[in-house]
């Protein structure tokens, strides 16, 4: 038998029933290992550009080195050249990445190279060697198309303010002329990459029936899928997608990017599958990178250092005709109370790399300036800065009211400062031969979301089946849908299967905006709930009354293997998640603090972070380990994002200069100090039936600002342009000499 | 990459014979050359692999002096016992350098060799007067943090990247070379040329030339520090990065040899710097005056003027350090 139910929750109201409370298993929220771990570790996991269809053909993307009109090529005589089997110059495409969710065809060439470094043909050969070689031979003529800004504070830049996104409430001028103490500064943060692991891959293949299937490195397959289709103009039932494994995404692989349509529109011409594969040289400039941005940021608070004004005011770039901005104050809105609020938001058009969703979009660059400018504020009033965030925590949302599902930033910052053994003295105290030591902190704050999902639970005597689009961009999906289902179905993981990333298997969330575990997991909860009722019914029990443990259905004390009660049948369900008004009538978040110490070089202004201790409140956890490691992972990408990251854009022509990872500075082993994680379990009702809630990028979320805040109090030198590199730091230490 | 010929020589007589013409590399580690392959930077016709060729060993020299064969990894060059008890500075600046996969693969001969991390030099869109004489320095006007401030011309701003360059200049190192006339030793202070109108071509070496060894005199004694300063804590190519050896005799220094990475187009070395070191008591006002020296025709091009102060501020915390008394 196999009859397929559905179960669908609309997320309108907190569920209180907190039903995993009462399973039995316990695999839930333990530090069980990823089940694909071993596949990883031995190389046996294969990812995007890892198989070899038979006949495959290889392209490589040829990259604009100026911008302007596309007018002609040497492709006739890059067609001769041994090996190649076609150049494609076709007009669908794109462009640059889709940006995340956006489910239809990115910006497309159009004739125009609008950035240096846009892809505007791709060479496909026999072998990879012959198509990287002959692509690195294409010339491409392109006619200049007027002048173009490069830097979003040159004052040829056009700039947006679009209404929407600007904010005034009270009298926040009287209020800053009034205060008993404020700042006004400036912080800038760099242009940044993703620089996931695995370079995008995609392999390309069509059939007789006119049908792709793309082997591809994504993170939103249901969305990715509709965008292959709109580009290349065919029906979303004709695309298959398939990223079992993906080599981190961090954004990066949110949306369709070139070398999956380069490889789709090759194969459709050639008639074999083709692979093609960024050079990591590609990956930086073809796929979205984090806006530079600029942020006035103007504070004011009484005598008492309760926050009266809070001014965020950015500036961040982005190419023309891409809908997405840096929503830089996404945090600011609810981070602190303060009763005159001024938000600001302008999107400077220059012709740099396409911007995008880069982890934690918003607050990893936003919370970043603003937990620096209240250090630098509670510097000013003379107070603590642990204790200044704590006379601001805010009660409900300041600008509308709102109540939040649950508020965790005072417990975060009191458990942290206990952990870390907070001692905050003036700067300029502590040294140890030429080094400078001080201390810093910092609050975290991200948004908490959810999007729809759909999940199919598999129920036989002998285990358990999960079926979705869902990936595991290293994040640990598979893990803990194991988990999830295991632990509400009364099975060893071990009798978890879990089939992840293909788009012929029900739409889950996807991986992205740290919505991926809730959403989907939700949605395997309620395929297992819908399951536990038809075997509750089966058996003649209310579902509150059964137990599963081990295959075994429990209850009135008396126990019945699975296998005997469902024979060979083959139970399916498949659960839906709407999301509802539980999104929108409270604000949902999670919360976190990061506490640093660090060692500054009196001599070159060499940062060392000694250690750092992050205490995160971000729901159930699901699994320890999995969890632990995204916060591990949030707070290196903040250290990165505090002392080492930038992409560098040359002033002349926008390219980005540095686009390979010995010179685009990501934190090695050594700068990664001793990293505390840990994690306030809550039960927020509000978040969904499983309270979990999103992790992966809370902890990037104002860590940087921890060290931050550090150098400060150990050499008295403030940073405001990050990263905080040497000589940034060495030209405050030479005016203290 | 283009297509090559490719010879593996059997003995250093017939890699000579092999090569001779503009358009042949030889190749060992292939650390740097074979990237520079894959991006079109470099593209010879042949290859002439020397991999089978005996040049590893390190052996002791009558004059109390090292023999390091051309084809001594990075890694065991480090590792070396005698090295590390005579020549600690160069151990150190070994060690300093790319990553420990790198340094098994890289060797002695190739790592004096390697080319410049401009990022201009890497990027065949962009204009560069040493990969295609001629058509200009985009470096100058653009993203030069990195790039050189002593030595530069107006056709080339790049820095020579190795750390252990740096250490055997500051050893007064010789360059052993087996050419089409027979064997001859270089001192390194004489291998690198300045780029002038020509950065295209960066030392003596002609085309059939041939490193065999290095030769490092009898140890120098004193202390001696490397230092590098970088953007990160590990694989990251220096800023500034100075290797000293420092000997103080009844309060005056004795002896003074100081080489400098990240500065110029070739580990830098400035006698005038040690002839004001020597012959002194050491002094914040003594450094200072060596730092003058040593910078006094330094050019920043915007984007790495911090070098200039950070120079100096280095170079007088290594020899304060070199120069204390013992604890």
């Given at each position: 038998?196999?009859?397929?139910?559905?179960?669908?929750?609309?997320?309108?109201?907190?569920?209180?029933?907190?039903?995993?409370?009462?399973?039995?298993?316990?695999?839930?929220?333990?530090?069980?290992?990823?089940?694909?771990?071993?596949?990883?570790?031995?190389?046996?996991?294969?990812?995007?550009?890892?198989?070899?269809?038979?006949?495959?053909?290889?392209?490589?993307?040829?990259?604009?080195?100026?911008?302007?009109?596309?007018?002609?090529?040497?492709?006739?005589?890059?067609?001769?050249?041994?090996?190649?089997?076609?150049?494609?110059?076709?007009?669908?495409?794109?462009?640059?990445?889709?940006?995340?969710?956006?489910?239809?065809?990115?910006?497309?060439?159009?004739?125009?190279?609008?950035?240096?470094?846009?892809?505007?043909?791709?060479?496909?050969?026999?072998?990879?060697?012959?198509?990287?070689?002959?692509?690195?031979?294409?010339?491409?003529?392109?006619?200049?198309?007027?002048?173009?800004?490069?830097?979003?504070?040159?004052?040829?830049?056009?700039?947006?303010?679009?209404?929407?996104?600007?904010?005034?409430?009270?009298?926040?001028?009287?209020?800053?002329?009034?205060?008993?103490?404020?700042?006004?500064?400036?912080?800038?943060?760099?242009?940044?990459?993703?620089?996931?692991?695995?370079?995008?891959?995609?392999?390309?293949?069509?059939?007789?029936?006119?049908?792709?299937?793309?082997?591809?490195?994504?993170?939103?397959?249901?969305?990715?899928?509709?965008?292959?289709?709109?580009?290349?103009?065919?029906?979303?039932?004709?695309?298959?997608?398939?990223?079992?494994?993906?080599?981190?995404?961090?954004?990066?692989?949110?949306?369709?990017?070139?070398?999956?349509?380069?490889?789709?529109?090759?194969?459709?011409?050639?008639?074999?599958?083709?692979?093609?594969?960024?050079?990591?040289?590609?990956?930086?400039?073809?796929?979205?990178?984090?806006?530079?941005?600029?942020?006035?940021?103007?504070?004011?608070?009484?005598?008492?250092?309760?926050?009266?004004?809070?001014?965020?005011?950015?500036?961040?770039?982005?190419?023309?005709?891409?809908?997405?901005?840096?929503?830089?104050?996404?945090?600011?809105?609810?981070?602190?109370?303060?009763?005159?609020?001024?938000?600001?938001?302008?999107?400077?058009?220059?012709?740099?790399?396409?911007?995008?969703?880069?982890?934690?979009?918003?607050?990893?660059?936003?919370?970043?300036?603003?937990?620096?400018?209240?250090?630098?504020?509670?510097?000013?009033?003379?107070?603590?800065?642990?204790?200044?965030?704590?006379?601001?925590?805010?009660?409900?949302?300041?600008?509308?009211?709102?109540?939040?599902?649950?508020?965790?930033?005072?417990?975060?910052?009191?458990?942290?400062?206990?952990?870390?053994?907070?001692?905050?003295?003036?700067?300029?105290?502590?040294?140890?031969?030429?080094?400078?030591?001080?201390?810093?902190?910092?609050?975290?704050?991200?948004?908490?979301?959810?999007?729809?999902?759909?999940?199919?639970?598999?129920?036989?005597?002998?285990?358990?089946?999960?079926?979705?689009?869902?990936?595991?961009?290293?994040?640990?999906?598979?893990?803990?849908?194991?988990?999830?289902?295991?632990?509400?179905?009364?099975?060893?993981?071990?009798?978890?299967?879990?089939?992840?990333?293909?788009?012929?298997?029900?739409?889950?969330?996807?991986?992205?905006?740290?919505?991926?575990?809730?959403?989907?997991?939700?949605?395997?909860?309620?395929?297992?709930?819908?399951?536990?009722?038809?075997?509750?019914?089966?058996?003649?029990?209310?579902?509150?009354?059964?137990?599963?443990?081990?295959?075994?259905?429990?209850?009135?004390?008396?126990?019945?293997?699975?296998?005997?009660?469902?024979?060979?049948?083959?139970?399916?369900?498949?659960?839906?998640?709407?999301?509802?008004?539980?999104?929108?009538?409270?604000?949902?978040?999670?919360?976190?603090?990061?506490?640093?110490?660090?060692?500054?070089?009196?001599?070159?202004?060499?940062?060392?972070?000694?250690?750092?201790?992050?205490?995160?409140?971000?729901?159930?956890?699901?699994?320890?380990?999995?969890?632990?490691?995204?916060?591990?992972?949030?707070?290196?990408?903040?250290?990165?994002?505090?002392?080492?990251?930038?992409?560098?854009?040359?002033?002349?022509?926008?390219?980005?200069?540095?686009?390979?990872?010995?010179?685009?500075?990501?934190?090695?082993?050594?700068?990664?100090?001793?990293?505390?994680?840990?994690?306030?379990?809550?039960?927020?009702?509000?978040?969904?039936?499983?309270?979990?809630?999103?992790?992966?990028?809370?902890?990037?979320?104002?860590?940087?600002?921890?060290?931050?805040?550090?150098?400060?109090?150990?050499?008295?030198?403030?940073?405001?342009?990050?990263?905080?590199?040497?000589?940034?730091?060495?030209?405050?230490?030479?005016?203290?000499d | 990459m283009r297509s090559f010929d490719y010879v593996r020589a059997g003995d250093t007589a017939q890699a000579v014979r092999e090569a001779g013409?503009?358009?042949?590399?030889?190749?060992?580690?292939?650390?740097?050359?074979?990237?520079?392959?894959?991006?079109?930077?470099?593209?010879?016709?042949?290859?002439?692999?020397?991999?089978?060729?005996?040049?590893?060993?390190?052996?002791?020299?009558?004059?109390?002096?090292?023999?390091?064969?051309?084809?001594?990894?990075?890694?065991?060059?480090?590792?070396?016992?005698?090295?590390?008890?005579?020549?600690?500075?160069?151990?150190?600046?070994?060690?300093?350098?790319?990553?420990?996969?790198?340094?098994?693969?890289?060797?002695?001969?190739?790592?004096?060799?390697?080319?410049?991390?401009?990022?201009?030099?890497?990027?065949?869109?962009?204009?560069?007067?040493?990969?295609?004489?001629?058509?200009?320095?985009?470096?100058?006007?653009?993203?030069?943090?990195?790039?050189?401030?002593?030595?530069?011309?107006?056709?080339?701003?790049?820095?020579?990247?190795?750390?252990?360059?740096?250490?055997?200049?500051?050893?007064?190192?010789?360059?052993?070379?087996?050419?089409?006339?027979?064997?001859?030793?270089?001192?390194?202070?004489?291998?690198?040329?300045?780029?002038?109108?020509?950065?295209?071509?960066?030392?003596?070496?002609?085309?059939?030339?041939?490193?065999?060894?290095?030769?490092?005199?009898?140890?120098?004694?004193?202390?001696?520090?490397?230092?590098?300063?970088?953007?990160?804590?590990?694989?990251?190519?220096?800023?500034?990065?100075?290797?000293?050896?420092?000997?103080?005799?009844?309060?005056?220094?004795?002896?003074?040899?100081?080489?400098?990475?990240?500065?110029?187009?070739?580990?830098?070395?400035?006698?005038?710097?040690?002839?004001?070191?020597?012959?002194?008591?050491?002094?914040?006002?003594?450094?200072?005056?060596?730092?003058?020296?040593?910078?006094?025709?330094?050019?920043?091009?915007?984007?790495?003027?911090?070098?200039?102060?950070?120079?100096?501020?280095?170079?007088?915390?290594?020899?304060?350090?070199?120069?204390?008394?013992?604890?």
């Open positions: 038998m196999t009859l397929e139910t559905i179960r669908h929750l609309k997320h309108d109201t907190p569920d209180h029933d907190r039903r995993l409370d009462g399973m039995a298993q316990g695999v839930l929220g333990t530090d069980m290992d990823r089940p694909e771990g071993p596949l990883k570790v031995s190389g046996r996991a294969t990812y995007a550009a890892e198989t070899a269809p038979e006949g495959m053909a290889h392209g490589y993307l040829v990259r604009a080195a100026t911008i302007g009109r596309i007018t002609g090529s040497n492709a006739e005589a890059v067609q001769a050249m041994p090996g190649v089997l076609h150049v494609l110059e076709d007009e669908r495409m794109i462009r640059n990445a889709a940006q995340g969710m956006a489910g239809k065809s990115p910006v497309q060439k159009q004739g125009q190279a609008w950035y240096v470094g846009q892809p505007v043909a791709c060479v496909v050969a026999e072998s990879f060697e012959q198509a990287r070689h002959a692509a690195q031979a294409m010339m491409v003529t392109i006619e200049p198309d007027g002048t173009h800004a490069f830097d979003a504070e040159s004052r040829e830049a056009q700039v947006e303010t679009p209404e929407k996104k600007q904010l005034v409430q009270g009298d926040f001028d009287g209020a800053m002329s009034g205060a008993a103490f404020s700042i006004d500064n400036d912080y800038r943060t760099s242009s940044m990459s993703s620089a996931a692991m695995e370079p995008h891959a995609s392999i390309a293949q069509w059939d007789e029936d006119g049908a792709v299937t793309l082997r591809g490195s994504y993170q939103l397959l249901r969305f990715n899928k509709n965008e292959l289709a709109d580009v290349l103009g065919v029906a979303p039932e004709k695309v298959r997608i398939l990223s079992p494994y993906v080599g981190g995404g961090f954004g990066s692989k949110l949306g369709l990017a070139p070398e999956a349509v380069a490889a789709a529109l090759s194969a459709q011409v050639l008639g074999r599958p083709v692979r093609v594969v960024l050079h990591r040289r590609q990956v930086f400039e073809t796929v979205t990178r984090r806006s530079e941005t600029k942020q006035r940021i103007r504070l004011a608070c009484d005598a008492q250092g309760k926050l009266t004004a809070i001014g965020h005011e950015n500036l961040v770039s982005q190419l023309p005709e891409e809908v997405f901005s840096e929503p830089v104050a996404q945090g600011t809105h609810f981070q602190y109370a303060a009763p005159n609020r001024l938000v600001g938001h302008h999107i400077a058009r220059i012709r740099r790399p396409a911007a995008g969703s880069v982890r934690a979009p918003g607050e990893a660059v936003g919370v970043t300036a603003f937990e620096i400018a209240v250090d630098e504020l509670a510097k000013a009033a003379g107070i603590d800065p642990l204790e200044f965030r704590l006379r601001n925590v805010p009660e409900k949302h300041p600008e509308n009211g709102k109540p939040f599902s649950s508020s965790t930033m005072e417990a975060t910052l009191r458990e942290g400062a206990k952990r870390f053994g907070w001692e905050h003295t003036a700067p300029r105290q502590r040294r140890e031969g030429e080094w400078w030591i001080g201390t810093g902190m910092a609050g975290c704050v991200r948004v908490n979301m959810m999007i729809e999902a759909h999940a199919r639970v598999v129920l036989t005597g002998q285990g358990v089946r999960v079926e979705c689009d869902m990936t595991d961009i290293g994040t640990g999906s598979y893990a803990i849908l194991t988990q999830v289902a295991a632990e509400m179905l009364g099975f060893a993981p071990s009798q978890v299967e879990t089939v992840l990333g293909d788009t012929d298997l029900p739409p889950a969330s996807g991986s992205g905006g740290s919505f991926g575990a809730a959403s989907t997991s939700t949605a395997v909860y309620l395929a297992c709930m819908e399951l536990r009722e038809r075997l509750a019914a089966k058996i003649g029990v209310k579902e509150t009354e059964l137990t599963l443990k081990d295959g075994h259905a429990i209850h009135d004390n008396r126990q019945t293997k699975l296998s005997e009660l469902l024979g060979e049948e083959e139970w399916r369900a498949l659960g839906h998640l709407e999301p509802g008004k539980a999104g929108q009538d409270v604000r949902q978040a999670t919360w976190g603090a990061v506490f640093a110490e660090v060692a500054v070089s009196d001599v070159t202004g060499e940062t060392r972070v000694r250690r750092m201790e992050g205490t995160f409140a971000c729901g159930r956890i699901l699994n320890l380990k999995t969890a632990r490691s995204q916060c591990h992972g949030g707070m290196i990408w903040g250290l990165g994002l505090a002392l080492t990251e930038a992409l560098e854009h040359d002033p002349r022509d926008g390219h980005m200069v540095n686009r390979d990872l010995a010179e685009y500075h990501l934190p090695v082993n050594l700068d990664v100090p001793q990293l505390g994680v840990h994690f306030l379990e809550e039960r927020d009702d509000w978040a969904n039936p499983l309270q979990a809630k999103g992790i992966g990028e809370l902890a990037i979320c104002g860590s940087g600002s921890a060290v931050i805040n550090a150098i400060e109090n150990a050499c008295g030198v403030r940073v405001r342009q990050l990263p905080a590199t040497l000589d940034r730091v060495m030209e405050g230490l030479a005016a203290h | 013409s503009e358009e042949t590399r030889f190749i060992a580690g292939g650390t740097n050359l074979l990237d520079l392959m894959k991006l079109e930077v470099m593209a010879p016709g042949k290859l002439v692999d020397i991999t089978r060729l005996d040049l590893g060993g390190i052996e002791e020299t009558a004059d109390g002096g090292l023999r390091i064969g051309a084809l001594v990894t990075n890694s065991d060059l480090a590792a070396d016992a005698r090295v590390r008890r005579g020549w600690p500075v160069l151990s150190r600046a070994l060690l300093a350098g790319a990553s420990g996969q790198l340094r098994n693969k890289a060797t002695t001969g190739g790592n004096l060799l390697q080319r410049t991390r401009c990022y201009y030099f890497y990027d065949r869109g962009e204009p560069c007067n040493k990969r295609e004489p001629g058509s200009g320095c985009a470096a100058k006007d653009g993203v030069n943090r990195i790039l050189a401030i002593l030595g530069t011309s107006e056709h080339c701003i790049a820095t020579h990247p190795s750390d252990m360059a740096v250490a055997m200049r500051a050893l007064d190192a010789r360059v052993e070379i087996e050419g089409a006339e027979g064997r001859r030793e270089v001192a390194l202070g004489e291998f690198y040329r300045l780029p002038g109108d020509t950065p295209q071509i960066e030392t003596v070496l002609k085309p059939d030339d041939l490193i065999t060894a290095v030769l490092l005199p009898a140890p120098a004694g004193g202390r001696q520090i490397y230092r590098k300063v970088r953007d990160r804590s590990s694989y990251a190519f220096a800023l500034v990065s100075v290797a000293a050896v420092i000997e103080v005799e009844d309060g005056v220094i004795s002896k003074a040899q100081l080489a400098f990475g990240g500065l110029g187009p070739m580990p830098w070395r400035d006698a005038d710097v040690e002839a004001a070191l020597v012959g002194a008591a050491p002094s914040a006002a003594l450094f200072d005056r060596a730092a003058d020296i040593l910078l006094a025709e330094a050019k920043g091009y915007g984007g790495n003027d911090f070098k200039i102060p950070l120079t100096r501020r280095t170079l007088a915390a290594v020899l304060t350090q070199a120069t204390e008394a013992s604890a």
